[in-house]
């Protein structure tokens, strides 16, 4: 067959799962840095696409392009090779079959969403350098980042759970796949629906918001991490750790 069945999907993740928790330290930063790069060059693409049109069908026709953009990101992440802390989340899987530990996932988690973390930031500020960021492009990035940080926490962590159901979807979904064009279409429709839909996304909010702050939207380093990358990332959490995996752990394993 040309895919692989759910249950072989759940056998590769908990390889998958092994392979990723047992990498060496300096392999999970460097390959955590790319992925944090390669997302927020998604986000990057999203923001140009959205930062034109004064009509509301220009707007939408705007926010369409940009979430078509997006999927690149964890193409780039899954079929270049990277480590992505939400798409890692997956790890659980490896958990409940007692493949890893505790400890060594919550080791990748930490290792590879700092490595996140500062790949995205040093791009944030070499998008705030480039010059690309101007009139109304440097406006509309930083009203995003303005806007991340004001919405109330609990709708951030129900945004953050819908996000990361559908990323690690899109991650389960590529598994399927045993051919690399069957992998981008995997990909690219599950992401296109997030970011089109509005959820959030910690780690393309490393780049969303540190850009704003750079190019001058009066945030402070504390409404960053505590206003949005926190609730972001314990609705990611639970979506990706806990629904998706647990769905499938106990629908497809064998008995």
């Known amino acids: 067959m040309g ?40 986000a990057h693409a999203f923001l140009l696409a959205t930062s034109v049109g004064e ?4 707007m939408m026709l705007g926010k369409l392009i940009g979430a078509s953009l997006f999927p ?12 992505l802390f939400t798409g890692n989340n997956l790890l659980t899987l490896a958990l409940f079959q007692k493949k890893i530990t ?6 990748s988690w930490v290792v590879v969403f700092l490595a996140n973390l500062l790949g995205s930031v040093l791009l944030a500020w070499m ?7 101007t ?26 759970i819908l996000c990361n159901v559908l990323v690690v979807l899109a991650c389960w979904f590529q598994a399927g796949a045993k051919n690399m064009s069957g992998k ?22 490393m780049t969303y918001i540190p850009l704003g702050m750079f190019l001058g939207a009066d945030i402070s380093i504390k409404q960053f991490l505590a206003g ?9 959490l639970i979506g990706g750790a806990v629904l998706v995996p647990c769905l499938y752990h106990f629908s497809f394993k064998k008995d």
């Not at 759940?10 to 999970?28: D, F, H, Q, R």
């Not at 998008?127 to 960021?133: D, I, N, Q, R, T």
């Open 3 to 42: 895919i692989n069945t759910p249950a072989e999907i759940l056998e590769i993740w908990v390889t998958n799962g092994v392979k990723k928790a047992s990498l060496p330290l300096y392999k999970m930063i460097l390959l955590g840095i790319a992925a944090g790069v390669y997302i927020g060059l998604g």
């Open 102 to 107: 505790a400890g060594s996932l919550l080791r």
């Open 135 to 160: 009139g109304d492009a440097a406006e509309r990035a930083a009203a995003v980042a303005l806007s991340k940080v004001s919405a109330a926490s609990g709708a951030l962590i129900i945004r953050g």
């Open 228 to 236: 949005n990358l926190l609730p972001v990332t314990i609705g990611n």
């Open 184 to 205: 981008i279409l995997a990909i690219w429709f599950p992401i296109m629906l997030f970011v089109f839909a509005g959820f959030e996304h910690s780690v393309a909010n």
């Open 127 to 133: 998008l705030a350098k480039s010059g690309l960021y």
């Open 72 to 83: 690149a990101g964890l193409m780039l992440v899954v079929l270049c090779g990277a480590e």
């Open 55 to 58: 009509t509301g069908f220009e």
